[in-house]
């Protein structure tokens, strides 16, 4: 790999989980949340070690399945009408990946009751034991939020949890918890000041590395759920990945950096995340304010890249794609002496990326309107010329790809036990 170290896997979907917890309450844990008390309810049962690392794999991206603000506004109150939809779609993004595999079915019935007539046609002990653990935190978290009294509200908690035991929740994790949720530090550990610090102490024991191949499964996974949030970017992130390594291997990147490039092409819009739907389907023009909140995206791609050992030049390379040569993007203001090859041609690529596609105000652009903008965007200054000339040398290609994605683009699926 062309990172400075190994990229764990464990601290990879921690840091990445991140990204999936912004709704408009702001940055929730409700990932870190709920794999910590899931992992600490596991180790209460004493279940095995195997077990235990199947669990946090699962806990971390349950609720992968879900894009959408609204989508998690409709799993934020505790008892939830027909939560499966989330965890078929979830279910179906992660079985076809290696590394996570065995977390899909813990995930397609994370919301499955203790009492039966869930999709699955699973019931009590059936039921995984590791998506029995995760439903009855989930809830948890979901009564808790992000109360500064949460010491105050425990006993309300718990009651609620005891009263749904033999029904929703499996009893015997209901006695773990009720065991547990006598320890105020249990309570004081989810503070999200501190949880993902409690979290990395069961990480320690964990030392597994990605290879290039799950690397790329995993960054796919989270494009997906990144080009979910809209209609109009059901295929963004993958279409700027295939593009930039292609222009990365005609520009002579080494394999292992063009390998890198198509991960920072999948992520590079991690933070978009962050910004409420609203203003990404507006039809007409931005306001200032809701550029503004636009412009928040790239740093925040910044912010959860960072905190992944290895990955500086592929945070380099995904965060700065909206910076231009002559000073004037954004977010950091950086200008051509700090922008290299790879993020240079990760800048056109995006930029060719969104004028190919639809969006809310427009349709997509043609073959000569879009090499006349980026021709402009040459004059100003903003973006790098080497890189243009190589998409226009084989704009045919290039084009190929758009349609290739295009082509392969699946919609939502369902789940059944003839799946799994």
Same mark, same amino acid.
Request: aromatic residues 8%; glycine residues 6%.
């Given at each position: #790999?062309?990172?400075?170290?190994?990229?764990?896997?464990?601290?990879?979907?921690?840091?990445?989980?991140?990204?999936?917890?912004?709704?408009?309450?702001?940055? #929730?844990?409700?990932?870190?949340?709920?794999?910590?008390?899931?992992?600490?309810?596991?180790?209460?049962?004493?279940?095995?070690?195997?077990?235990?690392?199947?669990?946090?794999?699962?806990?971390?991206?349950?609720?992968?399945?879900?894009?959408?603000?609204?989508?998690?506004?409709?799993?934020?109150?505790? +008892?939830?009408?027909?939560?499966?939809?989330?965890?078929?779609?979830?279910?179906?993004?992660?079985?076809? #990946?290696?590394?996570?595999?065995?977390?899909?079915?813990?995930?397609?019935?994370?919301?499955?009751?203790? +009492?039966?007539?869930?999709?699955?046609?699973?019931?009590?002990?059936?039921?995984?034991?590791?998506?029995?653990?995760?439903?009855?935190?989930?809830?948890?978290?979901?009564?808790?939020?992000?109360?500064?009294?949460?010491?105050?509200?425990?006993?309300?908690?718990?009651?609620?949890?005891?009263?749904?035991?033999?029904?929703? @929740?499996?009893?015997?994790?209901?006695?773990?918890?009720?065991?547990?949720?006598?320890?105020?530090?249990?309570?004081?550990?989810?503070?999200?000041?501190?949880?993902?610090?409690?979290?990395?102490?069961?990480?320690?024991?964990?030392?597994?590395?990605?290879?290039?191949?799950?690397? $790329?499964?995993?960054?796919?996974? @989270?494009?997906?759920?990144?080009?979910?949030?809209?209609?109009?970017?059901?295929?963004?992130?993958?279409?700027?990945?295939?593009?930039?390594? @292609?222009?990365? +291997? $005609?520009?002579?990147?080494?394999?292992?950096?063009?390998?890198?490039?198509?991960?920072?092409?999948? &992520?590079?819009?991690?933070?978009?995340?962050?910004?409420? +739907?609203?203003?990404?389907?507006?039809?007409?023009?931005?306001?200032?304010?809701?550029?503004?909140?636009?412009?928040?995206?790239?740093?925040?791609?910044?912010?959860?890249?960072? &905190?992944?050992?290895?990955?500086?030049?592929?945070?380099?390379?995904?965060?700065?794609?909206?910076?231009?040569?002559?000073?004037?993007?954004?977010? @950091?203001?950086?200008?051509?002496?700090?922008?290299?090859?790879?993020?240079?041609?990760?800048?056109?690529?995006?930029?060719?990326?969104?004028?190919?596609?639809?969006?809310?105000?427009?349709?997509?652009?043609?073959?000569?309107?879009?090499?006349?903008?980026?021709?402009? $965007?040459?004059?100003?200054?903003?973006?790098? $010329?080497?890189?243009?000339?190589?998409?226009?040398?084989?704009?045919?290609?290039?084009?190929?790809?758009?349609?290739?994605?295009?082509?392969?683009?699946?919609?939502?699926?369902?789940?059944?036990?003839?799946?799994?």
């Amino acid at each position: #790999m062309n990172h400075q170290k190994p990229v764990h896997l464990y601290k990879l979907l921690n840091s990445l989980s991140l990204a999936m917890d912004f709704s408009k309450s702001g940055l #929730m844990n409700h990932h870190q949340r709920v794999c910590l008390l899931s992992l600490k309810i596991a180790e209460t049962m004493g279940i095995p070690e195997e077990s235990k690392q199947r669990l946090f794999c699962s806990a971390i991206i349950h609720d992968a399945g879900t894009s959408t603000w609204q989508e998690k506004a409709r799993l934020e109150v505790f +008892e939830i009408d027909t939560p499966w939809e989330h965890c078929q779609r979830g279910f179906h993004l992660i079985k076809r #990946m290696n590394s996570l595999a065995p977390a899909a079915r813990i995930i397609l019935s994370h919301h499955d009751r203790w +009492e039966g007539n869930n999709p699955s046609g699973l019931v009590g002990n059936d039921i995984p034991l590791e998506s029995r653990i995760i439903h009855l935190a989930d809830r948890v978290d979901i009564l808790a939020g992000n109360t500064t009294t949460i010491l105050n509200d425990r006993h309300h908690i718990m009651e609620q949890i005891q009263k749904n035991s033999k029904t929703i @929740f499996d009893p015997n994790i209901v006695d773990a918890f009720t065991d547990l949720g006598a320890k105020e530090s249990l309570w004081l550990d989810l503070n999200p000041k501190f949880v993902g610090h409690n979290l990395e102490t069961y990480m320690v024991g964990y030392q597994i590395h990605v290879s290039h191949l799950e690397l $790329q499964q995993i960054s796919d996974l @989270f494009a997906r759920i990144i080009d979910g949030k809209s209609p109009f970017t059901y295929r963004h992130s993958r279409l700027v990945a295939e593009i930039a390594t @292609f222009l990365a +291997e $005609q520009m002579g990147f080494k394999k292992s950096a063009c390998q890198d490039i198509k991960v920072a092409g999948l &992520l590079h819009d991690l933070g978009k995340l962050t910004i409420p +739907e609203e203003i990404l389907e507006k039809p007409g023009k931005l306001n200032q304010y809701e550029f503004n909140i636009i412009k928040q995206h790239t740093y925040y791609t910044y912010q959860i890249l960072n &905190l992944i050992d290895g990955f500086n030049l592929i945070n380099k390379w995904a965060s700065f794609h909206h910076e231009k040569l002559n000073g004037t993007g954004y977010p @950091f203001r950086l200008n051509e002496d700090n922008l290299c090859d790879g993020s240079r041609l990760m800048a056109v690529s995006d930029i060719y990326s969104a004028l190919v596609e639809n969006r809310p105000y427009r349709r997509g652009f043609g073959r000569q309107e879009i090499l006349k903008i980026l021709s402009k $965007q040459i004059k100003e200054g903003a973006i790098d $010329q080497k890189a243009v000339n190589v998409l226009e040398d084989h704009i045919d290609q290039v084009e190929k790809i758009a349609d290739h994605l295009e082509n392969l683009w699946l919609k939502p699926d369902t789940a059944s036990l003839s799946d799994i």
